[in-house]
T-cell receptor, first 111, second 118 residues
């Protein structure tokens, strides 16, 4: 499985865009990049995923670099409820469907 | 549509006792997963069911843990006997039927069961 590197923590002012980077330089050509988050005391929540192209949904946007070695999750207008740990997870293990959670980035949205 | 539910939400037991955790996946989801986060550690995969069959149980820590999914609906995870290091949060997740491109699977998580072994 590809390894990921994410900042340990980030702060973002409420209402501003939160940009969360992830380095996944060892990602293979057919591995997707998934983003999940875990709000305190809740189960992980799917946010978005992509392969090569940038993606957008109602929650966030995902920007993947052309070489696919890194990506950025963008929360366009962060709210206090977006305070959570965000995980960047490349694809699945070969032959299985397990999600490999790393340490993630603790995003704190500041009023 | 109801999400993934887990029972109980909390459990406090003594070392050596048995605890059974239950997970009800989203209706119609063939795939069911168990994960756990022990104190100070990352969320780790335990096992994966496809319907009633164990597809991957490579993450099960030892033979004190037994997972079942009779009839391919709800699942139970039994810990017998429980040890102190089993304390943590146990998450269940489910996803729909396998699609040709398996990388597009999205997993839906339950709220977790918080287990404390004293």
């Amino acid at each position: 499985d590809a390894k990921t590197t994410q900042p340990t923590s980030m702060d973002c002012a409420e209402g501003r865009a939160a940009n969360l980077p992830c380095n996944h330089s060892t990602i293979s050509g057919n591995e997707y990049v998934y983003w999940y988050r875990q709000i305190h005391s809740q189960g992980p929540q799917y946010i978005i995923h992509g392969l090569k192209n940038n993606e957008t949904n109602e929650m966030a946007s995902l920007i993947i670099t052309e070489d696919r070695k890194s990506s950025t999750l963008i929360l366009p207008h962060a709210t206090l409820r977006d305070t959570a740990v965000y995980y960047c997870i490349p694809g699945y293990g070969a032959g299985s469907y397990q999600l490999t959670f790393g340490k993630g980035t603790k995003l704190s949205v500041i009023p | 549509e109801a999400g993934v539910t887990q029972f109980p939400s909390h459990s406090v037991i003594e070392k050596g006792q048995t605890v059974t955790l239950r997970c009800d996946p989203i209706s119609g989801h063939d795939n069911l997963y168990w994960y756990r986060r022990v104190m100070g550690k990352e969320i780790k995969f335990l096992l994966h069911f496809v319907k009633e069959s164990k597809q991957d149980e490579s993450g099960m820590p030892n033979n004190r843990f037994l997972a079942e999914r009779t009839g391919g609906t709800y699942s139970t995870l039994k810990v017998q006997p429980a040890e102190l290091e089993d304390s943590g949060v146990y998450f269940c997740a489910s996803s729909p039927s396998i699609v040709p491109d398996s990388s597009q699977e999205t997993q839906y998580f339950g709220p977790g069961t918080r287990l404390l072994v004293l």
